[in-house]
């Protein structure tokens, strides 16, 4: 085993909160579980090698992978999976981020998305990686309920979206965000962390303002991209 590099094929959910959200919504990815010797015989432990066990998933018994991967001190489940990259649905709602740099921001983002009930990701490159595993512990898990798909340009993924309206967010946008009419399936786009979305979105959809004070100069991206989440997702009955 070698420390994570982009280019691999597999990753890794680290410890076992998100080790059972890899087994409860994403199990045909599992490949394997590795349980470090200091793992507490109880409860959470019988579940986890009862669920192994009625999945088929190998258990691997080794403090090996906990050195090399992980650097918490408690961390004592190691999930290994097949990276999954989906094609999105047309008929449904997506949430596109355009050269997203942060493993943080997008975990996160991850976890507002799953929660508000848009289950399909756009990442336009250059990205971080969606499967990093930063990004996982991030997500808490949420990546395990997407679908996502990278594409290398906003142009690739406008041609593979299916009909819909977009709304990306800017601060040059003359659209508040109160007073805009989210028509479904849409996509709601959001730039790169330091720069934004550049002026040539203007022109694209629908441009989306989110007003705040003059106390700040922005909203950093994922609360951001979860208050829009909310606004569009508001009237849903959950």
């Known amino acids: 085993m070698k420390r994570y590099k982009r280019e691999d094929p597999v990753s890794y959910a680290l410890g076992i909160t998100l080790t059972f959200e890899l087994l409860k919504f994403a199990p045909e990815t599992a490949r394997r579980v590795y349980i470090h010797s200091l793992m507490e015989h109880g409860e959470s432990y019988d579940k986890l090698m009862s669920l192994c066990k009625d999945l088929k998933i190998e258990t691997v018994f080794s403090d090996k992978p906990f050195n090399i991967l992980s650097q918490k001190e408690n961390c004592y489940v190691i999930g290994e999976f097949d990276k999954k990259f989906t094609p999105l649905d047309k008929n449904a709602s997506h949430i596109v981020l ?19 009930g848009i289950t399909d990701l756009a990442i336009i490159r250059p990205a971080v990686d ?3 595993p930063k990004t996982v512990r991030a997500s808490m898990g949420a990546v395990f309920r997407l679908n996502v798909s990278e594409y290398d340009s906003f142009d690739s993924y406008v041609q593979n979206a299916g009909s819909r309206e977009i709304y990306p967010f800017m601060l040059q946008a003359s659209k508040k965000l109160k007073d805009t009419d989210f028509k479904k ?17 203007l022109n694209v959809g629908t441009s989306v303002i989110i007003p ?27």
């Open 98 to 116: 355009n050269n997203p740099s942060n493993a943080g921001n997008l975990g996160t983002i991850m976890r507002s998305a799953a929660g508000f």
């Open 130 to 132: 969606p499967y990093d």
């Open 185 to 201: 399936p849409f996509s709601l786009l959001f730039g790169n962390e330091a720069t934004g979305l550049d002026d040539s979105f």
């Open 212 to 238: 705040h004070s003059d106390r700040i100069d922005s909203l950093n991206l994922p609360i951001a991209a979860s208050i829009a989440l909310y606004e569009a997702t508001k009237n849903t009955d959950f």
